[in-house]
């Protein structure tokens, strides 16, 4: 079993930036393809970007491509996504989630284990 824990949102004024932080427990991680996901009010929860078990495949949605990078460290079992020139309508819950395989997807049902989720609120 995996235990994720998120951390790192907030309330930013738009053109700012954050970095979220996903803490993985209970089993290691790094043989494991992670991603984020976020979930608007009223929409289904989309895919932000994923990274391989090694961190060297990296995949964005195209809305986020150019201002947010995912990264990782192994050795903490940590999770990054650094946000910048964050946008109105980047508001939403991030959650970070863990496959149970080396590469990563784009959907959300590949996914075997969630976070909590942490919100971040981008201000005009």
């Known amino acids: 079993q995996v235990q994720l824990v998120e951390s790192g949102g907030g309330l930013v004024q738009a053109g700012g930036s954050l970095r979220l932080s996903c803490t993985a427990s209970?089993?290691?991680?790094?043989?494991?393809?992670m991603g984020w996901f976020r979930q608007a009010p009223g929409k289904e929860r989309d895919f932000v970007a994923s990274i391989n078990r090694s961190g060297g495949v990296r995949y964005y949605a195209d809305s986020v491509k150019g201002r947010f990078t995912i990264s990782r460290d192994n050795t903490k079992g940590t999770l990054y996504l650094q946000m910048n020139t964050l946008k109105l309508e980047d508001t939403a819950v991030y959650y970070c989630?863990?496959?149970?395989?080396?590469?990563?997807?784009?959907?959300?049902?590949?996914?075997?284990?969630w976070g909590q989720g942490t919100q971040v609120t981008v201000s005009s």
């Open positions: 989630a863990v496959l149970k395989g080396p590469s990563s997807s784009q959907s959300s049902y590949d996914y075997d284990y």
């Open positions: 209970g089993r290691t991680v790094s043989s494991y393809a």
